[in-house]
């Protein structure tokens, strides 16, 4: 069974940094297409950012272009996005999701976590 887990969200102030990690498991993830979507409070899904499967082509939303970072360890079937200059408005919940493996449409969802952006 596929799985995505988030981790590394939590409360940080205005103008601070995370970073989010994505462990895959249960498909062949040197191979895959990857994104990070989120979910503000109240509001519909947001793609962020995507990265190939070798990592060295990668796409971000315009809204956290030059901030955010996405990055990925295949030894490690691990996807990141790494947040600087962190504002309120990015308050959401965060999302892994695959939608590509090879050749092959994916489309699996990890659970969220959930960062803050608060003073």
């Known amino acids: 069974e596929v799985q995505l887990v988030e981790s590394g969200g939590g409360l940080v102030q205005p103008g601070g940094s995370l970073r989010l990690s994505c462990a895959a498991s249960a498909f062949t993830f040197s191979r895959s297409h990857m994104s990070w979507v989120r979910q503000a409070p109240g509001k519909g899904l947001e793609w962020v950012s995507a990265i190939n499967a070798d990592g060295d082509s990668t796409k971000d939303a315009g809204s956290v272009k030059g901030r955010f970072t996405i990055s990925r360890d295949n030894a490690k079937n691990t996807v990141y996005l790494q947040m600087n200059g962190l504002k309120p408005e990015d308050t959401a919940v965060y999302y892994c999701?695959?939608?590509?493996?090879?050749?092959?449409?994916?489309?699996?969802w990890g659970q969220g976590t959930q960062v803050t952006v608060s003073s």
């Open positions: 999701h695959v939608h590509r493996v090879g050749g092959r449409q994916y489309d699996y």
